[in-house]
């Protein structure tokens, strides 16, 4: 076997709970590496740690085997994959089959840094930075055939999503987002992108929304006045952190325009908007899972694109055997 020698050994989300996961770090799984490396029964090795996965890729020396590194770690609670299987593994999370959100680009650029830091820190080898490149390669092109990244699963992108299955376009539209915490500043940002006629913001506290208005170029409203800035608007989304609903059916229907359509997409939980909006003939009312059924068919449509397209791997994988021939016909 061209690569028998490559291991991978570690944990993820998948294998173990949060403080499983930190007492595998707390015992410093790298010094032991480390000291593997030192005393030549690694040739070279590559960490991938992130918030869900710590994952060591090994080049073992001829001479070390599996059995002696399995005694050497002396742990029964990690997983250990060697050779063709390790490489699959590798291939398998570059494109993100083992990630929370399929196909995610963040992985990517984690193993590119991994293997960056690894070749700075001169703990790298030969052997492990051709794997690792055919596995980057691989996670490139994954991606752009099978245009996976294409449906962004991030709350907010669905909401926007969400938002523009509901109108033709955003270009004459008044826009209100009410509260300036993370997921209203993350929409924000998205908003920005779009063409749009105006975008208002408001928050209890205005010295916070005047901060995000400064940010993201738009208008700010006090708090007290954010029924009649509702009733001028076109879309209206709420996430604000009140414990009670903020626009009431009695309050707010004496402003509304009859003539004028209405989205409301409350995303805050407990809801900011009192249901009984939907009553209303020109009013639609959206919820934050109304935008997760969108959620779920996307993460259903990228199931399907990783089934698709999971041929890829085995083409790669005939790609680097290759290289490890030619390798061994000229050496």
């Known amino acids: ?9 570690g944990i ?52 070390y085997s599996l059995e002696e590194f399995k005694m050497d770690i002396g742990r029964d609670d990690i997983f250990i994959k060697q050779g063709h299987e390790a490489v699959n593994y590798l291939f398998r999370v570059t494109c993100g089959f083992e990630s929370v959100i399929k196909g995610e680009d963040q992985i990517l650029a984690q ?8 070749m700075e820190n001169k703990t790298s080898s030969s052997n492990i930075n051709v794997i690792f490149n055919k596995a980057i390669e ?8 099978s245009k996976i990244c294409h449906n962004a699963l991030s709350l907010e992108a669905i909401s926007l999503k ?61 708090f007290e006045n954010k029924l009649e800035e509702v009733a001028k608007s076109d879309i209206i989304i709420s996430a604000t952190s009140a414990p009670h609903a903020i626009i009431k ?6 402003l509304l325009n009859q003539n004028k359509d209405y989205i409301f997409l409350d995303l805050a939980v407990p809801r900011d908007i009192e249901d009984e909006l939907n009553n209303f003939e020109n009013i639609n009312l959206y919820n934050i899972d109304d935008v997760w059924g969108i959620y779920y068919e996307n993460l259903e449509n990228r199931e399907n694109l990783l089934t698709k397209y999971e041929y890829m791997l085995g083409e790669q994988m005939v ?13």
């Open 12 to 63: 993820t989300h998948k294998d173990l709970d949060l403080c499983q996961r930190e007492n595998f770090i707390q015992n410093d799984p790298t010094s032991l590496v480390e000291l593997l490396f030192k005393e030549k029964k690694v040739v070279g090795y590559v960490n991938l740690s992130t918030c869900l996965r710590v994952e060591y890729y090994l080049h073992l020396d001829k001479n």
């Open 249 to 254: 059916k009695e309050e707010i229907q004496p």
């Open 111 to 118: 193993i590119k840094k991994a293997q960056l830091t690894s």
């Open 138 to 145: 691989l996670g490139k092109k994954f991606r752009n055939k």
């Open 162 to 222: 969400f938002i523009k299955n509901k109108v033709a376009n955003l270009k004459d539209k008044k826009i209100l987002i009410l509260g300036v915490g993370d997921l209203a500043r993350d929409i924000m940002e998205l908003i920005t992108k779009e063409e749009y006629d105006s975008l208002t913001i408001t928050n209890r506290s205005y010295h916070k929304a005047l901060e995000a208005s400064n940010i993201y170029n738009a208008d700010v409203i006090s």
């Open 319 to 331: 790609n680097l055997k290759k290289w490890f021939e030619y390798k061994e016909g000229i050496a």
């Open 1 to 9: 076997m061209y690569f028998k020698n490559f291991i991978v050994f």
